[in-house]
């Protein structure tokens, strides 16, 4: 089984935190990572020279990626993300709406490991507490993706006369940006690779700080949906899995 660990990072978020309600966040760059490859393969907004401009990528650009997607599935790799379901393929069918049914699709058939723990847990585990609970080092140090929107686009502040203004991005922070979208695709692929073969995702529980295991198997969203569905009565708000792929019917229905 191979497989291309799939992220992206986006240009802004909304104050409100609402991001899934909101017009396009619009795209950065992507990192795809495969199982057999040498290095991740990094596509972002660039100029006629190949450097990264401070702008979301265009309908065009984005289309190349999906080709990728189709290329790399028709040779036999399994996508793999963590949330990918509910927000990266999200993120690309809002920036790329003539091609959502395809966006949709792909996110349906393809695993995102995250929602696999929601549909066994009730809740979801982030990307670097599963990287280091199997030995990973998982993201790139001193990096976030809360930062990567205002390293890549610039970030408004307030000067001395209280005026906002844009504090424009540097291609050094646009440089880091490329760098750890690449390292997540890397991490993502790795997990899916250890997990895989151990059967097993593995990490160190916030609240108690005990070791938290769950039986691994390389499912697609779409059959993650059969998984019975844990008991969260005792959880305020529990998130559902149908607010990870509700996006998805407006495009492709209930199949």
């Known amino acids: ?91 690309m069918a809002l920036s790329d709406p003539s091609h959502a049914y395809d966006y949709a699709m792909i996110a349906m058939d393809h695993i995102d490991m995250m929602f696999y723990i929601l549909c066994h847990k009730g809740w979801p585990v982030g990307l670097e507490a599963v990287a280091h609970g199997i030995g990973l080092s998982g993201k790139t140090a001193g990096m976030s993706g809360d930062k990567a929107p205002d390293m890549w686009m610039g970030k408004e502040e307030p000067n001395d006369l209280g ?22 695709a890397i991490t993502t692929v790795d997990i899916a690779e250890i997990a895989s073969r151990t059967k097993t995702l593995k990490w160190r529980s916030k609240s108690s700080g005990r070791w938290q295991f769950l039986e691994f198997m390389p499912l697609t969203t779409k059959v993650c949906l059969n998984i019975p569905v844990p008991d969260t009565s005792w959880m305020d708000n529990p998130l559902t899995r149908e607010s990870f792929y509700d996006w998805t019917k407006s495009h492709i229905g209930n199949r």
């Open 1 to 91: 089984m191979k497989f291309v660990g799939f992220d992206l990072e986006v240009c802004t978020w909304p104050e409100s935190g609402n991001w899934d309600k909101e017009t396009p966040l619009g795209i950065s760059c992507v990192g795809l990572m495969g199982s057999d490859w040498d290095e991740p393969e990094v596509l972002y907004a660039s100029s006629c020279s190949g450097s990264p401009e401070p702008r979301a990528m265009r309908e065009d650009e984005l289309h190349h990626v999906l080709a990728l997607f189709k290329e790399y599935r028709h040779k036999g790799y399994i996508i793999v993300s963590w949330n990918g379901l509910q927000f990266d393929f999200l993120n």
């Open 163 to 184: 005026d906002m203004e844009l504090i424009p991005s540097t291609l050094e922070g646009r440089n880091k940006v490329l760098e750890y979208v690449g390292q997540d």
